[in-house]
Every structure is written in C-alpha cells, then in structure tokens.
C-alpha cells in the first residue's frame, strides 16, 4: 500500500507545497484534510461523503498512514533540513485510531500528548 500523509491547518501554504513536493519525490501521497466529520478510515479509503463538519481545532496535524518508524524520521529531517515549520501533533495510523473521525482523533492525540509531555 502506498505510504500516505494527511495534513489537517496547516497554516502556511507555501510551506505545504514545498511538503507536497518533497513527498512525492519519495513516492508519498499527500492530502489536506478539511471535514472533521469524516472517520479517517474513510479518507484513506477515499469513498466517504462529505459530513460538512468544520475541523474543531486550530492546531496543526500531521497523520503518517503505512509508515515505519524510520520512514517517519526520515520525513520529518527532510522537512527540518528544507526549515519546514515544526507540527506539534503527529499521529501514526493504528487499527484503533483509524476509527475515529479526524475531530475525534485530534482530541485523543492532544490528550496523550498533554499526559506525555507537559
């Protein structure tokens, strides 16, 4: 399956373009997620209908679907070396997480997030 990343706010779209081509020099599908509603399951799938929900928070996400460990690491030095700002939440895909719809996944990923770091 092809290695896919989702990006949720991202706040400077000059930044994203420069993550879009990047990549896909890697052979990395990329896509801007906009529908909080929608259950991330079904983005990956790509069939889901449009629940018209706003996105219910202002951070910026990244979510890493079918990757390994290193492949993350590799990304996010890619994206440090070319002054990519940093993102806060990252999220890689799990059976569980898969889930929840994206408002839902962001509320869990802050939450764990908080417990860990602060």
């Given at each position: 399956m092809?290695?896919?990343?989702y990006l949720c706010n991202l706040k400077d779209k000059e930044h994203?373009?420069?993550m879009e081509t990047?990549?896909?020099q890697f052979g990395i599908d990329i896509a801007y997620i906009e529908d909080g509603g929608v259950k991330l399951e079904d983005y990956i799938s790509g069939y889901y209908k449009?629940?018209?929900t706003?996105?219910?928070?202002e951070d910026e996400m990244i979510i890493f679907h079918d990757f390994i460990d290193e492949q993350i690491e590799l990304v996010l030095d890619?994206?440090?070396?070319a002054e990519i700002p940093y993102i806060k939440y990252k999220v890689v895909t799990t059976e569980a997480?898969?889930?929840?719809?994206v408002n839902e996944l962001?509320?869990?990923?802050k939450e764990e997030y908080r417990s860990r770091f602060e």
């Open positions: 092809l290695e896919s990343v994203g373009k420069a990047m990549l896909k449009s629940t018209n706003p996105l219910s928070f890619v994206f440090k070396m997480n898969l889930k929840y719809n962001y509320e869990k990923v």
